[in-house]
C-alpha cells in the first residue's frame, strides 16, 4: 500500500505559480514511480508529468514547453509539480499517483491505469 497527500492547490491569478506536493508513504520512495494527472470540470482525467523509479521525468505534450517541472526529493519522499504562467485552463484537481511496478518505457506511466494508487487531489483554480 501507497499512502498519497496532495497539497498546494490554490487559487491564483493568470500568469501566477503554485508548487504542488506529493507526499507519499512507501518504503522506499526512490524506486516509486509518481505521476501527476489532473481532471477539468466536464473534462477527463489526463496525464501532466511524471518521475519514474529509475530517474526519468516525462511530460504530456501540453505541458511543454517550459511551464511545468516535476522533481523528486527522495529524502522528504516527496514529489513536486512546479506550474508557471498558470492560465485559467489549468484549473482542475490535480492528482498524484504512485506505481510500484517497472517498466522499461516511460510512457507507460503516461495512462491512469498504470497507477493503483491516487491521492484525494487538490484543487488549483486559475482566474483571468
Known amino acids: 500500500q501507497v499512502q498519497l497527500v496532495e497539497s498546494g492547490g490554490g487559487a491564483v491569478q493568470a500568469g501566477g505559480s503554485l508548487k504542488l506536493s506529493c507526499a507519499a508513504s512507501?518504503?522506499?520512495?526512490?524506486?516509486?514511480?509518481i505521476g501527476w494527472f489532473r481532471r477539468a470540470p466536464g473534462k477527463e482525467r489526463e496525464f501532466v508529468a511524471a518521475t519514474t523509479y529509475n530517474g526519468e521525468t516525462t511530460y504530456s505534450t501540453d505541458s511543454v514547453p517550459g511551464r511545468f517541472g516535476i522533481f523528486r526529493d527522495n529524502a522528504k519522499n516527496t514529489v513536486y509539480l512546479q506550474i508557471d504562467s498558470l492560465k485559467p485552463e489549468d484549473t482542475a484537481v490535480y492528482y498524484c499517483?504512485?506505481?510500484?511496478?517497472?517498466?522499461?518505457?516511460?510512457?507507460?506511466?503516461?495512462?491512469?491505469?498504470?497507477?493503483?494508487?491516487w491521492g484525494q487531489g487538490t484543487q488549483v483554480t486559475v482566474s483571468s
Open positions: 512507501r518504503h522506499p520512495f526512490r524506486s516509486t514511480t
Open positions: 499517483a504512485a506505481s510500484t511496478a517497472y517498466h522499461n518505457d516511460v510512457l507507460y506511466y503516461t495512462t491512469p491505469s498504470a497507477y493503483p494508487y
